[in-house]
């Protein structure tokens, strides 16, 4: 597990994450941006509509994702991820844990899981999962969440207690502080905030993060 997951980015390390309500735009409509400035894995986050409307969202930001030969995941919901076909899905702590969505989705779905603390993010390198999320890494207002900033220094310890698991960071990530979140050891990083607010400014975001230097 784990090389379908960063094969997936080819030599990029953004992992973007769409947002309708901050970016103005539906999910299949960020799809084809992101898609048309170069990213190749995309994660559908919809934590305000009710489940049946981001299923007809997500349903249609598969099938746009799959005329341009990218991958979708879905964050949090097991059963939309079944449902329309996605790649994958990314598990936060109170979600399905990780075996049991593997059972369901099968062997070749990309399954990724959420931890904030070096213990949590050991206990996850023993579960089915393709790769470990580490966040917050630095003070982010896009998620409100209870836990402390795990800095970079943070971020190269799981980096060694994780070994060769493919490693997202996620939290405050922009495309000043990108070189030094991979320098740390991150294999990719996951962004929300950076890319779509304000939104107009979104293609020229997300090239700066995909051709950091």
């Known amino acids: 597990m784990g090389s379908n997951f960063i094969q997936a980015f080819g030599s990029t390390h953004l992992y973007p994450i769409t947002d309708q309500h901050i970016s103005g735009l539906s999910h299949a409509e960020q799809v084809v941006l992101l898609n048309n400035c170069g990213a190749t ?12 409307k981001f299923f007809e969202q997500a349903e249609s930001a598969v099938r746009v994702a799959r005329d341009l030969g990218a991958k979708i995941i879905i964050n949090d919901r097991v059963d939309i991820a079944l449902a329309v076909k996605a790649d994958g899905v990314h598990l936060g702590q109170e979600d399905l844990p990780p075996d049991a969505a593997r059972r369901i989705l099968g062997s070749e ?24 999320a580490i966040g917050p890494i630095f003070s982010t207002t896009t998620k409100q969440s209870a836990n402390a900033p795990v800095g970079l220094d943070g971020l190269a310890r799981v980096r060694e207690a994780l070994g060769a698991i493919p490693l997202v960071a996620i939290g405050g990530i922009t495309s000043e502080n990108i070189g030094a979140v991979i320098k740390a050891g991150a294999d990719v990083v996951a962004v929300i905030g950076d890319i779509w607010a304000p939104a107009k400014d979104s293609r020229v975001r997300i090239k700066r993060l995909l051709n950091y230097s």
């Open 41 to 52: 894995l995309i994660q559908l986050r919809e934590k305000l509509d009710p489940p049946v």
């Open 109 to 132: 779905a990309i399954i990724g899981f959420s931890t904030h603390t070096l213990n949590q993010a050991r206990l996850a390198a023993q579960m089915p999962v393709d790769y470990v």
